[in-house]
């Protein structure tokens, strides 16, 4: 009960920093500037090294934990490592590691570092011969972080790491898919939309904010590459799944553990109980949340049966996960940074969420400035109701509509729009870009 207390008191913690930031008000430059000055004076962790971490871990024979973290973002799920560190058990575990504080994707190896870029903490759990572990970090809101992560899950997937790392090199073979197939760009400065403006190195000589490839850039860049070749497939479009598009709630608090699942779904249809622990999917050992959706991630759209080991009241047991063909449509994409992108290419810089009304989609917000403005240049108002979109009547999901104009019209059609407002019928369009 008491350890129980210090957490959560620990998440308050976490909670009551992230609030006072924005009250501060202190500039992006400044919070760069100070962690990196903070964190190199404490001596604990390696800060944006990756070559030096490797090299401790090589010499001492310990694991890495490599923790990517966007300092300038406020919206970000907020493990800090103040709070972190004060945290007991935490700081014991993280002894046993090589740590690092990654704050910045600029030059970071593509071919190692897979993982949802969409997130704003990511954290990664390595041996020094580059093998991975596993992943940690979630996130399905754009604010609200607690159901996916906690200092108690990440203390679980510390311990599961060093479980790993133990075994080591006997259970090389099962940890080979935690990899991904080599990218076609090896580093993020190389994708086209990033290649003229950024370099391998943050510039702390001049302004560093604008030099440093946030982690969400890489996602915008996959994006809009895709888009420009016509091959913004349901795979890119709908990125690192998470377990409740097949009704699966897991508790933030352990490792993969069933909280419940949704009547009728996917994952009740497998035989998921509350309480069991999945141990492995599709083969692969978990730890998290992340190391779940890292295997889903890979998982075509097409559909697929997953085996999934689990352990029921102390007994293992081997479960099926059946997937149909378009279940990644399911997932809820209205939280992703990268998204916006999507809907200035789609919507002509339109926001649109569930209208509680019922009928259509409410415009939350309108892009006022270009390129994201056609849709206020077509005379769409914030608080319209959005109720006819091309061929779509009445349409319920904004992600829909996303995925209508990028996957089935093109560049230059035209794109007709109904409207409601006080009452009245309005009719408009706007051309796809």
Avoid at 83 to 100: H, S, T
Avoid at 111 to 130: C, E, I, K, P, W
Avoid at 320 to 334: A, Y
């Amino acid at each position: 009960m008491k350890k129980q207390a210090i957490l959560t008191l620990a998440l308050l913690g976490m909670l009551v920093a992230g609030a006072a930031l924005p009250q501060q008000k202190v500039d992006r430059e400044t919070k760069v500037r100070d962690d990196k000055k903070k964190l190199e004076a404490s001596g604990y962790w390696h800060y944006n090294d990756l070559p030096a971490a490797f090299a401790e871990a090589r010499a001492t024979g310990k694991p890495i934990v490599v923790v990517l973290r966007c300092i300038p973002c406020e919206e970000c799920v907020k493990l800090d490592d103040d709070v972190i560190e004060a945290n007991a058990q935490m700081k014991a575990l993280l002894d046993k590691f090589v740590r690092v504080r990654q704050i910045s994707t600029n030059g970071l190896d593509l071919s190692l570092f897979q993982y949802d870029t969409d997130q704003s903490f990511a954290v990664f759990l390595l041996n020094a011969d580059g093998t991975i572990y596993g992943r940690y970090g979630t996130r399905s809101h754009r604010t609200e972080w607690q159901g996916d992560v906690s200092v108690e899950g990440m203390a679980k997937a510390l311990e599961g790491a060093l479980a790993l790392h133990k075994d080591y090199p006997k259970n090389k073979a099962k940890l080979a898919a935690k990899r991904g197939p080599a990218p076609e760009f090896a580093k993020p400065e190389l994708f086209p939309s990033l290649r003229a403006k950024y370099t391998p190195f943050l510039n702390y000589e001049g302004k560093v904010v604008p030099s440093c490839i946030h982690c969400h850039q890489i996602s915008d860049a996959q994006k809009e590459l895709a888009i420009q070749r016509h091959q913004l497939t349901d795979s890119v479009l709908y990125p690192y799944p998470h377990p409740k598009s097949f009704g699966l709630i897991l508790d933030p608090k352990e490792r993969p553990t069933v909280l419940k699942t949704a009547p009728g779904s996917d994952a009740q249809k497998a035989g998921l109980l509350p309480g069991d622990v999945i141990a492995t999917l599709d083969g692969q050992p978990l730890l998290s949340l992340a190391d779940m959706q890292w295997v889903l991630n890979t998982t075509p759209a097409s559909g697929a049966s997953l085996t999934l080991g689990i352990v029921r009241a102390g007994k293992p047991k081997t479960l099926t996960l059946t997937l149909p063909d378009g279940w990644r449509k399911r997932d809820d994409i209205s939280w992703r940074v990268s998204t916006w992108g999507l809907r200035r290419a789609a919507l002509g810089g339109m926001k649109l969420d569930p209208n509680p009304g019922g009928q259509g989609l409410l415009v939350a917000n309108v892009g006022q400035y270009a390129p994201h403005d056609l849709a206020k240049k077509a005379g769409v108002l914030k608080g319209d109701i959005l109720v006819g979109f091309d061929t779509f009547t009445n349409p319920t999901r904004e992600v829909e509509l996303i995925a209508h104009a990028l996957q089935v019209k093109r560049p230059g059609d035209t794109v007709p729009l109904t409207l409601l407002r006080n009452g009245q019928t309005v009719k408009t369009s706007f051309v796809l870009p």
